[in-house]
């Protein structure tokens, strides 16, 4: 059996050189929809630190999820980890929308419910620990001094290794539990 690893929807591994079809979603309305819900469960606005962390692990969760990138826009490597200069903007502008599509929400919902779990009520400072530990964010750090933004690109490819790692840690963890309850 081949596992199916995608970049750009096409698989890199199998003997196939299979094409996926795979739906990413608008930055916009996924920005949007943990903005909207941020607010809706926290009463209060999300910073803009937490919102970049927070779409970066749905990112990632996708890959755990899916085996897909949520969306196409590639993060940058700042120093606090990983950014999107698209949602900079937005942040800046206030422009996110009102209503997401409710075909969007139905397709994100469960990635971001698992984000939300694990990550939405810690403060943007432990977030932005967290992604320094992240492959792709050291990657695209390297040769930048510390404590410059820099602007190299954070790869997919290497989100999905982080993916990867996360994703067998779970499992390892699952495993544990239900071993120590027989």
Same mark, same amino acid.
């Given at each position: 059996?081949?596992?199916?690893?995608?970049? @750009?929807?096409?698989c890199?591994?199998?003997?196939?050189?299979?094409?996926?079809?795979?739906?990413?979603?608008?930055?916009?309305?996924?920005?949007s929809?943990?903005?909207?819900?941020?607010?809706?469960?926290?009463?209060?606005?999300?910073?803009?630190?937490?919102?970049?962390?927070?779409?970066?692990?749905a990112?990632?969760e996708?890959?755990?999820? @899916?085996?897909?990138?949520?969306?196409?826009?590639?993060?940058l490597?700042?120093k606090?980890?990983?950014?999107?200069r698209?949602?900079?903007?937005?942040?800046?502008?206030?422009?996110?929308?009102?209503?997401?599509?409710?075909?969007?929400?139905?397709r994100?919902?469960p990635?971001?419910?698992?984000?939300?779990n694990?990550?939405?009520?810690?403060?943007?400072?432990?977030?932005s620990?967290?992604?320094?530990?992240?492959?792709?964010?050291?990657?695209?750090?390297?040769g930048?001094?510390v404590?410059?933004?820099?602007?190299?690109?954070i790869?997919n490819?290497?989100?999905?290794?982080?993916?990867?790692?996360?994703?067998?840690?779970?499992?390892?963890?699952?495993?544990?539990?239900?071993?120590?309850r027989?």
């Amino acid at each position: 059996m081949y596992k199916h690893i995608l970049y @750009n929807s096409i698989c890199l591994f199998c003997p196939f050189n299979c094409f996926m079809e795979v739906t990413m979603e608008k930055l916009i309305d996924v920005a949007s929809y943990i903005v909207n819900r941020y607010q809706e469960e926290y009463k209060e606005k999300i910073d803009e630190m937490k919102l970049h962390k927070l779409l970066y692990f749905a990112q990632r969760e996708s890959y755990i999820m @899916n085996n897909s990138p949520l969306f196409q826009e590639q993060f940058l490597g700042w120093k606090y980890g990983p950014v999107l200069r698209d949602v900079r903007d937005m942040y800046r502008d206030n422009s996110f929308k009102r209503v997401v599509p409710n075909d969007c929400v139905e397709r994100i919902k469960p990635i971001i419910d698992e984000v939300f779990n694990r990550y939405a009520d810690r403060d943007s400072w432990s977030l932005s620990g967290l992604t320094h530990g992240e492959l792709s964010w050291m990657n695209a750090r390297k040769g930048i001094p510390v404590g410059e933004n820099g602007y190299n690109k954070i790869e997919n490819s290497d989100i999905q290794l982080d993916a990867q790692r996360i994703k067998k840690r779970r499992e390892t963890i699952k495993a544990t539990l239900i071993a120590k309850r027989q």
